[in-house]
C-alpha cells in the first residue's frame, strides 16, 4: 500500500510534478502533519523562496484538523497514483528487483 510517507521515495522530477498538480494551500496542510524527513524532502525540491514561502503559510494557517492534515495527504497520494498511471511520475515500490542498474 502506498501511503504518505512513501512520497519521499519519488525521484526528484517525479516530486516536482507531483507538486506542480497539487493546490499549495493542501500541500501546506498536509505537510503541517507530516514528520520532518517528509516535510524535508518537499521543502528541497522548491525553490528557496517557494519553500519560505510555503513555510510562512504553514505557519501564518495556525492549528489544523487531524481530519483535515488526513484529507490533504490522502489528496496527495490518490495525485501521485493518478499521474503514475497516466505516466507522467513513477512510484517507486521500494522493492530490490525494482532498482535500476546503470
Do not use: C
Not at 493546490?23 to 524535508?40: F, P, S, T
Amino acid at each position: 500500500m502506498f501511503t504518505f510517507d512513501d512520497l519521499i521515495k519519488l525521484d526528484m522530477a517525479s516530486a516536482q510534478t507531483l507538486m506542480r498538480h497539487v493546490d499549495k494551500d493542501k500541500l501546506g496542510i498536509a505537510l503541517k502533519g507530516a514528520n520532518d524527513e517528509v516535510r524535508a524532502f518537499f521543502m528541497g525540491n522548491m525553490s528557496s523562496r517557494a519553500a519560505k514561502m510555503l513555510q510562512d503559510d504553514m505557519a501564518a494557517a495556525g492549528p489544523v484538523r487531524l481530519r483535515d492534515v488526513d484529507e490533504a495527504q490522502a489528496l496527495l497520494v490518490n495525485l501521485a497514483k493518478d499521474l503514475a498511471a497516466k505516466g507522467e511520475i513513477m512510484l517507486s515500490k521500494n522493492r530490490a528487483d525494482d532498482e535500476l542498474v546503470y
